[in-house]
């Protein structure tokens, strides 16, 4: 009896803590899956496109309910998580997920994701900006990467439910930019050559930023100087997420980092959204080359999601 209660008691510790095993940071898994997923389905892979769209939807309920159930049963762990850039992830992850629905026309089920991303920004913004610090990873630029996803999706649901979220993606696009440079002065620079994957975020916050400037400059909503200041804030900021691109590369071949670890996802995700951001600004503001550029881009992406799949799937299995 005693050793049937103690396996019991085992085997409840096993059901009730596997959702502590999962830490935020999964989310980026997510964000990396479905901005490729994106960009495939720009560039016309449509078939390859929808499996990474599932894939990032299943590992985005598993992480859903992890989420809640460590809110639930561990109300203080779960505090501490959310102090962390990481937690941000949650509402990135969601907002990119909900951008790829759009384009599956499943609009009401990405109106649903909105309204949860943007219920969880606020509370997960304010505690992480509470927890400052100074010589922060790249991580730190979750807090414009959470915000401009927001703004990405509202863009993309505006169309079916109205101006007023175009109205709310520009004050998101612009509170972004300017969590961005908050970010930007705590940075580490020194992760350039020493960090583990997140250093990559550096870049793709202003990618996604530059994303979320292209549904505002491709919005009949603005005309005139309005259009003209936004297309031009558009392609400045993409102009620096090209040269971060060019700078974090040349890092990664002076200082080789060819180990997995799970931050390269946060790699993946601005390699990915980098080439987005270059096909919709080439739509956007009809610049043609830079739809040649993203097509390229793309690839290296998928190439990097690839590899991280397969690291990450190695380090399961040995565990």
């Avoid at 309920?61 to 989420?67: C, I, M, R």
């Avoid at 992480?128 to 790249?138: A, D, K, N, T």
């Avoid at 799937?313 to 040995?318: E, F, H, I, K, V």
Wanted: with cysteine; hydrophobic share 60%; net charge positive.
């Amino acid at each position: 009896m005693t050793a049937q209660l103690s396996a019991q008691t085992g085997q409840d510790r096993h059901d009730t803590h596997w959702w502590a095993e999962v830490p935020p940071v999964y989310g980026s898994a997510v964000m990396a899956t479905g901005i490729v997923s994106i960009g495939l389905h720009l560039t016309g892979f449509e078939p390859l496109s929808k499996v990474l769209m599932w894939i990032a939807a299943v590992v985005w309920v598993v992480l859903a309910v992890a989420f809640a159930q460590r809110l639930v049963r561990d109300p203080r762990g779960w505090s501490q998580s959310a102090d962390t850039p990481p937690a941000l992830t949650a509402v990135a992850a969601t907002a990119v997920l909900g951008t790829r629905l759009t384009m599956f026309d499943w609009y009401a089920v990405a109106g649903v994701l909105l309204v949860i991303a943007a219920a969880a920004w606020p509370v997960l913004l304010i505690a992480v900006i509470r927890h400052w610090g100074r010589r922060m990873p790249g991580a730190a630029f979750l807090v414009c990467v959470a915000t401009q996803g927001l703004a990405v999706l509202a863009g993309n649901l505006a169309p079916k439910g109205g101006d007023w979220l175009m109205w709310a993606a520009l004050a998101l696009f612009g509170l972004g930019l300017l969590l961005y440079l908050d970010a930007l002065r705590r940075f580490d620079f020194g992760q350039v050559l020493t960090g583990a994957g997140d250093h990559w975020v550096a870049g793709g916050a202003l990618a996604i930023s530059a994303v979320a400037g292209s549904k505002l400059v491709a919005s009949p909503l603005w005309t005139g100087w309005a259009h003209t200041t936004l297309r031009t804030t558009t392609l400045v900021v993409l102009g620096f997420a090209l040269a971060w691109y060019a700078v974090l590369a040349a890092a990664e071949i002076y200082r080789p980092r060819l180990h997995y670890d799970i931050r390269r996802w946060a790699t993946v995700f601005p390699l990915g959204m980098t080439a987005v951001a270059c096909v919709l600004v080439s739509a956007a503001a009809g610049i043609g080359w830079l739809d040649d550029l993203g097509r390229v881009l793309l690839w290296i992406g998928f190439a990097a999601w690839t590899l991280t799949a397969i690291g990450f799937a190695r380090a399961q299995s040995a565990r």
